[in-house]
């Protein structure tokens, strides 16, 4: 993909379908001419006389054979402090599609062109406005899925992951040219940087690539939704909630229901969903109910064994307890099981005096929203969900970040060694190459159109 940055651009930057607003976009260095060609302010101001300042201008845009008058309002950034650092315009009007559809077409037939996926923020890129980290923030922010994936998308976007990057990208950087002035002074005899020096500076970039290591890992993993299994003893009201829970908060609401009957023993399969409860998205899971009178070399005994085995891959247990039998609730076994009381619709509410005792029925729905609140409470503290990187970036920079380690692994050995600070040197600028890749002061095209082809049109 050729990134041609002398074209102006534009394209909606809202989604498709009808709404109250509408918003259309336009980036480049035409992109006021463009605009001003068919717009008209109300005050009669002209969009070139907008001069160096952002600024907000109330008019019409003319669109469409026979030509319709649109009223909107106009931002405008008519220098390099836009997101892009080009000319930029944003027209704020009706959000009917068809009109926004004629006015982005009126907009092309006055010299610009469709923006591609994403180029809004390549362009933001390109132009050192911020780096590849930053830029998936940017849709990380567009797929958060919950309330912790968008504050770790926005925690990256405002760089939390750059800022200890290129602070340690400086930080070796300095030292690299301490090392390399040594070289070229080799026969003078004078020492930039000593052994004892070099092996901390060494030892601390060490620990913050290890430190940024541990928090992509738990992005990375194979299952990176967390677990949420619902155990307990057979006809526990377990399948009726699963259903109940996939019904009312799963994003996709085709997924075939978990057979629910009074005979005991109906389920002998687990099944899972993919829910959001508590603003955490997670993967509910139905087993089995536990019967331990059960034979192992039985049907049933593997379902049992099918059971256990979830339980161990857990990240949060959901014991369910039949309120209309005279089975104790008890204790939670660990900090990780949450005891349930279910068919709350079947009993008196007011037969118990604790008021801390989470009850939910599936069939009347009563207490699901606390149910589900404090599932994502306990979720959130979990601690597969608090890495704090974007997903797209833990995959793409692992491979980087264990390369850049090994480096400087490399370096220390050189240096506790006595090795040449040629060969130390040549490590120091291998980690930052790596480290380079990972915020993007060192890419290709092909790593760009992958990051960037992910982004909608409009962004």
Not at 228 to 251: I, Q, R, Y
Request: net charge negative.
């Amino acid at each position: 993909m050729a990134y041609d940055l002398e074209d102006t651009i534009a394209a909606l930057g809202t989604a498709s379908g009808g709404a109250a607003r509408g918003i259309l976009r336009i980036s480049g260095p035409r992109a006021i001419p463009c605009l001003a060609s068919c717009f008209a302010a109300d005050n009669g101001q002209k969009l070139s006389a907008a001069g160096t300042s952002a600024c907000v201008i109330s008019g019409t845009l003319r669109v469409g054979k026979p030509s319709l008058d649109l009223p909107c309002d106009v931002f405008v950034w008519p220098t390099t402090q836009s997101y892009t650092r080009q000319p930029t315009a944003e027209v704020h009007t009706l959000g009917s599609s068809p009109l926004l559809e004629a006015a982005l077409q009126e907009i092309c037939a006055q010299g610009a062109r469709l923006a591609g996926p994403g180029e809004f923020t390549l362009r933001a890129f390109l132009a050192g406005r911020l780096d590849l980290t930053q830029a998936e923030a940017v849709l990380g922010i567009i797929d958060a899925r919950g309330q912790q994936d968008l504050q770790n998308a926005i925690a990256q976007l405002a760089g939390g992951l750059s800022q200890p990057l290129t602070q340690l990208r400086q930080q070796l950087l300095q030292v690299l040219a301490e090392l390399e002035a040594g070289l070229d002074f080799v026969e003078e005899d004078i020492e930039f940087i000593s052994p004892e020096h070099l092996r901390c500076q060494l030892n601390d970039a060490r620990k913050v690539v290890t430190t940024i290591q541990q928090q992509m890992s738990s992005r990375t993993s194979t299952n990176p939704l967390p677990r949420v299994v619902l155990v307990g003893a057979p006809n526990a009201g377990k399948s009726s909630l699963f259903n109940t829970l996939t019904e009312c908060f799963a994003d996709d609401r085709s997924h075939p229901p978990a057979i629910v009957s009074e005979t005991s023993g109906t389920t002998r399969d687990y099944l899972t969903s993919v829910v959001v409860l508590g603003g955490v998205p997670c993967e509910i899971v139905d087993t089995a109910g536990e019967d331990l009178r059960t034979s192992t070399h039985s049907i049933p005994g593997a379902a049992q064994e099918m059971t256990q085995a979830e339980r161990r891959r857990a990240d949060l247990l959901l014991r369910c307890i039949d309120c209309t039998t005279s089975q104790s609730l008890g204790e939670p076994t660990s900090a990780t099981e949450l005891l349930v009381w279910t068919k709350a619709d079947r009993v008196d509410s007011t037969s118990d005096s604790t008021n801390e005792i989470l009850r939910c029925s599936a069939v009347t729905q009563v207490g699901l929203d606390a149910l589900q609140r404090e599932i994502g409470k306990r979720l959130q503290a979990s601690p597969i969900i608090a890495g704090g990187v974007v997903a797209s970036t833990a995959g793409r920079c692992t491979d980087s970040l264990r390369l850049a380690e090994q480096s400087l692994d490399q370096a220390v050995r050189l240096v506790d060694q006595s090795g040449g600070e040629e060969c130390i040197a040549a490590e120091l600028r291998a980690a930052l190459q790596e480290l380079g890749h990972i915020v993007g002061a060192v890419y290709t095209d092909d790593i760009l159109d992958r990051i960037f082809g992910q982004f909608c049109i409009g962004k």
